[in-house]
Structure formats: structure tokens, C-alpha cells
């Protein structure tokens, strides 16, 4: 790649969109309309409203908002236990900006921050740890999240943390696996997909071989995609033609950056570092087997959860938000009653409305004065074509 703009020509995307248009209505010999796609990452929801591709897709074509921000399923307990943990007196408390407003129980870390607790926003776990040095009579505790993407920075950074013997420092783990997530979203008889566009930065890490379950398992075609509009519009072609193909594969358009094994320098450290929970909580799609990391007994040092008290408990979302459904893709943004009333990004009743990959806050900076447009081709595409 030489320039960004490469990704962006309109012509380009004019010729697929014509492909597209043909292959959907192809595909529609095997499969009933409207063919579900779900794209797995925030990023990717963000790019699709950004760059408008959902608006110009065959009406056939619908595209699903799944569960790829980490900050929008942590569910609220686990929220309650950053807040509780920021709110000792001798704790410096670190995070990503995403994580400052997204609502617990009762307040958000930002709150906490105005009534007194030392909570920073942070661009890498490496800055808490700078924080440590500068700090040395104080516990810092840097907010660990994201899913297998952001999983080694916080790896490598405990392991600087051991080089350095920084005792002061410690980590609130809740990294989560998108692979249990997609088992978990599979078995899930109230969503019927057609395909997944897979995402990239997880993949990156993790490389595409995880991904053979989909095909193999739920003869699910899927795709690994890039962010840009013609990656994205790409990714749709190649899921449409195996699907007019009849065939079930995983598929790596993004493989100018992902490998088939992924990043094993990544892998190395985040086994080196992280052992996977038992069981960890996800907002909308509830207690999921074996899809979040855990601090391993070696580096239990740097464990904010074994340093601290926290309440542990399970607390329910407000009942007028729909976030958990919009998570799971049996509901859009615009279907939830309190979306850009009640709940806007400046009043925030719900994670999705909050983090720069929630699809709620996608749907609200780039499409909320196209609802009306939206509404209709999703009643549209709901139109079994015979």
C-alpha cells in the first residue's frame, strides 16, 4: 500500500458495488432475503457509517452490528469494580479515554474523577507504567481491556513491569476472545447469518485459523477484512460469491497485514502473561465459557484483582436500554426507544452510545438524520423474495 487514498477511489468502489449488485441477486437462488452479513468489529461498523456503504448496498444486502467493542460488552459489575478500585485513596487509576463515561451502576469513572479519585487518561499501558516510575509511594492500576488486539501491549507491559521490579504497579484485567463470542452468537437461534466480515485487528494477532470453525462447524463463509470503504466493499463481494458458489471458507482480503498464523511474537507474550477465565460476563450475550484473560499465578503481583477488594457482583442495564440486544444484532440502534433522546452521546444511558466503536455512537455521529431511510430498507429487506 502506497497511499491511503488507493482504498478510497470512487470508481473502484463503483465497479465492486456494480458486482455486488449482481452476485446478491444471484445469491438469492440458495438463500432468502435479506442475506445477513454481520461485520464482527466496532472499527468496521464505524467505517461502514462513516463512508455510508451501508446506504448504497442492494437492498437485499443487510449488514449487522455485532459485538466488537470491548468497551460496550463489559457488563456494568465489572464497571462498579474500576470505579471501586479508582476510588482508594493511595490508587492512581489509568485508562483508555473510551472507558471515562461509560455509565456503572450508580456514576462512570469521569464522575469518580470529579469527586476526588486520581483517575488519568492513558494512550498505552506503557504510560501507566510511567506513571509507577513517577509515583512510587502510590498503586497504580492501569484499566486492561479490548479484545486480543490490545491483549499484548498490556502483556509486554507486565513483563516490563517484572524486569523493572515496579511492585506499585498492577493491572485490572478484562481482556475478552472474540472466538467464544462468535461460537456463542452462532448458537443463537433468534440470529440467522449468512456470513461474517471478520475482523482485522484481532486477526492480525490471531491470524485466520481460529476462524475454520465457522466454515467447518456452521457452514458459515467468512471474510477478514480491512478498514477502508473498498476493503469493506471487498469483503462483501467475496462473501456473495461464495455464497452464489455455495461455498463455506475463510477468506483474508486483509492480507496485505494479517497472516494465516497471525503474530506469534503477540501470541508468545500473551501466553507467556494470561491464562483464559472460566467463565467472564458480557453484556447482552451473559456469562460466556472461556472468552476472557486472567492474570497467571506467576504475575499474580501485578493482579489488581487479587491487591484489592472489589464488589464482584452482577447488575443489571437500565431497562429502557437496548444495548445488549443491539450487541447481540437482533436489534439496530435506531429500534431502541431512548437512542438520540434520552440517550445521546452526551447523556449516555448505555456503553454503545459512549466508545468510538459502540454502534450506537457510529449510528448517532454519521446516520441519525437517515433513520427514517434506514427504517424503511430494513422493512423493505425483511420482504422474502421467492
Known amino acids: ?36 452479513i454481520m461485520e464482527v468489529c466496532g472499527g468496521h461498523t464505524h467505517s461502514i457509517f462513516k463512508y455510508g456503504i451501508e446506504e448504497i448496498l442492494p437492498d437485499v444486502v443487510e449488514l449487522i452490528h455485532g459485538p466488537g467493542c470491548p468497551v460496550c460488552v463489559m457488563p456494568k459489575g465489572r464497571l462498579d469494580d474500576a470505579i471501586a478500585i479508582s476510588q482508594n485513596s493511595n490508587v492512581i487509576f ?67 513491569a517484572e524486569s523493572e521490579k515496579l511492585n506499585n504497579f498492577s493491572m485490572f484485567c478484562n481482556h475478552v476472545l472474540v472466538i467464544p463470542a462468535l461460537k456463542a452468537l452462532l448458537n443463537n437461534p433468534d440470529l440467522q447469518l449468512d456470513g461474517f466480515i471478520g475482523p482485522g485487528h484481532v486477526s492480525m494477532v490471531i491470524g485466520t485459523d481460529p476462524y475454520k470453525f465457522i466454515s467447518e462447524q456452521y457452514h458459515k463463509p467468512i471474510v477478514v477484512s480491512g478498514f477502508e470503504p473498498l476493503d469493506i466493499l471487498q469483503s462483501i463481494w467475496m462473501l456473495l460469491q461464495q455464497l452464489v458458489e455455495n461455498r463455506c471458507e475463510v477468506e483474508n482480503q486483509y492480507n496485505r497485514v494479517v497472516q494465516e498464523a497471525g503474530n506469534r511474537v503477540a501470541l508468545t507474550a500473551i501466553n507467556k502473561v494470561f491464562t483464559v477465565r472460566e467463565n467472564f460476563a458480557w453484556r447482552g450475550l451473559g456469562d460466556i465459557p472461556e472468552s476472557g484473560f486472567k492474570i497467571r499465578p506467576e504475575y499474580a503481583q501485578f493482579d489488581a484483582e487479587l491487591k484489592f477488594t472489589i464488589p464482584n457482583q452482577k447488575i443489571a442495564d437500565h431497562k429502557a436500554c437496548k444495548c445488549g440486544e443491539i450487541l447481540k444484532g437482533v436489534m439496530k440502534p435506531w429500534q431502541c426507544k431512548v437512542f438520540g433522546t434520552a440517550c445521546t452521546p452526551q447523556t449516555p444511558i448505555g456503553a454503545c452510545m459512549v466508545s468510538s466503536e459502540g454502534a450506537c455512537a457510529a449510528y448517532y455521529k454519521y446516520g441519525q438524520s437517515r433513520r427514517s431511510k434506514s427504517k424503511v430498507k430494513s422493512q423493505k429487506s425483511k420482504v422474502t423474495t421467492p
Open 94 to 160: 489509568a485508562t483508555f479515554g473510551d472507558a471515562m463515561r461509560v455509565p456503572g451502576s450508580t456514576t462512570s469513572l469521569l464522575q469518580a474523577k470529579a469527586q476526588g479519585a486520581d483517575i488519568r487518561m492513558v494512550y498505552s499501558p506503557l504510560d501507566s507504567l510511567q506513571i509507577a516510575r513517577d509515583n512510587p509511594k502510590k498503586e497504580v492500576v492501569f484499566f486492561a481491556l479490548g479484545f486480543e488486539t490490545t491483549a499484548p501491549s498490556t502483556a509486554f507491559t507486565i513483563l516490563q
Open 1 to 36: 500500500m502506497k497511499y491511503v487514498d488507493e482504498f478510497r477511489e470512487p470508481e473502484k468502489a463503483k465497479a465492486i458495488l456494480r458486482e455486488i449488485e449482481k452476485l446478491s441477486t444471484l445469491s438469492l437462488k440458495n438463500h432468502n432475503a435479506p442475506i445477513k
